[in-house]
């Protein structure tokens, strides 16, 4: 039981996202769960950014640090986890494009 007093300050909505890390935490431990590159850039050093705090949630992505961090700033920003992805993947892919080149005509999928 966690019976801590730090444990007590926390609101609900914080204990319930401290359990939901610590059980994917667990599972990771476990080697249920692996850690996977980048969904963006592919880095291998990557954290979990979680999509929602249901309990027993596996809904995590994997993102590396300053990725997390701009997921975060977007967020709060107003947009949607779907509509940074979107966006973080369209932003790499133009850091990609050779300086000068002609606008990639690409058909998007
Ligand atoms: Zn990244
Ligand atoms: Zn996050």
Redesign the pocket.
Known sequence: MKAGGWWNLLTEEQKQKASVRQYIANRHRRGLRDREPCLICGDPNTVF??LDYLPRTMNVIDVCVPH?HD??ALKKEGLTDEQIVAYLLNQSRERLRPAGGQPADSPDR
């Open positions: 950014h979680h997390h997921f975060h």
